[in-house]
């Protein structure tokens, strides 16, 4: 697969747009509405077995903040993989593929989070043991086998209906990786009654810093904000060697 | 001026006579004395470019370390601390622009070892490694016949000999198959690849022009992100990749030679000849005035500066030594230099494709070379893997035709001052377990005739080094394999000049070089043509 270099520009620019825009919007609702964009209070309207429209809404919102950055390599696979005249459509498919699935997911971790909510667990309770779950499932080998398959692309069909269907099922696969690496995080920041937005923030950085990650062997180990650090380091060491020379 | 000078390996016939190669062999005989874990030791420095003996990366069987045959005698304890493997092994750099400076230093690196211990054995204290350049005159393709000795003039054994170096035949008969290689030693029926420096035609170090095929001489820009399935540079591919695979060769089914595979390569001391002979091309290139290394500070920066691993390789003395690009971005900043940096002819590639349109002159070359730039898209691919097994396996490619009309309007035009599109064959996904195979792809190959007849649809030859590395499911390539890009625009053009290029079916055949057992489970997972032009 080649990439057309204007090509990948294009998309790193229409997806930190995208995801600039979802930012603003959660800001905003979560200022003019509140209790929107925080998703503990739709627990209620979960409770009735139903979730609500806003719940979809603010949940696709988190998704298009937090999650696009990530997608911007697998877009740009998908567009390479395409035919010029395709590649729309292709996009299309892949984002619905990948988004239909953490709507699944939001759903069902939207339940969870409400089923807690009234199991009489206090809320310090709750986010406590959740915390724990969260930094256990981010040591875990599970963990990264999800990270590994993050980063796995596969060619694509580039004609009819079977290119749909690839790029469809592509970034569902995507989707469930992503899911299945993310979920614990994602799970914690439901069950927060405040502060969505500095967690949802600090939440984006791992998850972008631990996707720039080398793929590694399935073990338990510490993992997450490696690649930052050692982006910071790797700044500070080249500029010490430039005022050394 | 430089202190040290790299000369040519063939001097003095190739032999011990020749004191560079003499001097070599007691460095690294020095050095394979020393444990796995001494970072001053041959194998530890193997280990830096690529490794097979840590529990992680072992495979129980060969590759792996302890399964190696012959000599020399690899050992596969002790291990290093699991902190020094992360620091140290494992570095090399490969498709990627990264991959002439990262060896750069290793050389260096190593070299200065060999010459502490040279020097400890009494030796010539401005010793330098030997390159072998196999493009020299005469039989210098073959291996210099040092490294075939059993035993150095003394009678003890020669550090050099390696078992595990059985040629591009399989026969041990040792050679590198250029064109005149290939003269002194005839293909078997099913090989076709011939090792060439055309890359030094080449006028851009990363991306492309009416010079350059991407990815470029020096390797595709790679940044952040891993799950890319970047081609090798067009260094890296040929003549480094070829040679390589054809130096090693295979002897079974499941065994091959060891400079086949990253994890292996550097425990053959041919290996840093042939590197030798890499680096000095790379300097060869640069004394053209036009050809340029990257100045872009992701380049000279290094990976290092992206938060990826730094380069960093022992010293002598327990000492070491991080470099990143821009320390080694030419050999005047290095204190040595190559017996021979003689440019060679370069040949350009958009007149000669014009000749071969019937165009007899381009108005403005630099216009016509500009307008082929960085406007890549897919022309059409076939429907699914391919499994190459025993002699060959075969595939057709469907083109788009819309896409298709717009090459052969780039062909139809070329004459108003205009560049045709280049069209490019992407293997993508190559997977597999025997790197020590070579690849050669045929396009319209008739059906049922004898590839060897008909050379003109040759769309090249690729050598799968890497393969079983890239193709670990928990490896860096996360299993996606490797990836290569063939510049077909010749017979695109042969097609057009035919008037066969209205057609929406490409035959693709897929020839190896020797017999792919099963085992070798060798697939690609899509075979898809692009074209990279103006926009139109």
Redesign the interface.
Known sequence: ??????DRVRVRNAVLAVTTLAWVLVWTRSMRIPGLSDPHAHHHAISRGAVSASAAVDWMLMLAAMMAPVLI??IR?VR??????HRTRSTLLFVAGYTAVWMFAGALMLLLAAALGSSGFSLYVRVGAFFLIALTWQCSPAK??CL????????????GR?ADTDALVFGATQGVWCAGSCWAWMLLLLLLSSGHIVAMAATTVLIFSER?D?????SWRWRGLG?????V???V??RK?ARAA | MATYTRANAWNNRGTFDNKDLYWYAIGVRAMMDRALNDPASWWFFAAIHGEYVTPDNDPGKFPGWGYIPGVPKVPTTPLPTPNVVKIYWNQCQHQSWFFPPWHRGYLVALEAQLREDIVQAKGPTNWALPYWDYFGPGDEFDIPPAFTQQNMPNGSPNPLFVTARYGPYANNIVFDPTAMGLKKYPPPPNFHGVVTEKCLSNSVYTGSDSNTPLPGFGGPLTGFWHGDVYPSGNLEQDPHNLTHVFVGGSVSDTVYGLMSDPGLAALDPIFYLHHANIDRMWAVWNSNSSHNNPSDPNWLKGPAASGEREFIMPMPGKKSWRYIPKDVNSLSQMDYTYENLKQVPVVDLLALRLSRLGIRAVATPGAAAESVRNSVELVGANDGPMSIKGSGASTTVRLDTEVRQKVAHSLSVAAENSAPDRVYLNLENVRGTHDATALSIFINLPEGSNPGDHPDLLAGTVALFGLRRASLADGKHVGGGLSFLLDISAIVDRMHLDNALNTDNLRVMIVPNRPVSDNAQITVERVSIYREGPKR
């Open positions: 697969m080649i990439y057309d270099d204007r390599q697998p696979f390479g993989s395409s035919l010029a005249l990264q086998a590994n398959r993050c980063h796995v692309l596969w060619a694509l069909a580039a004609f079977a720039l080398d793929p590694a062997p399935v690649r930052a650090r050692r982006i380091a790797g700044r060491m080249v060697r």
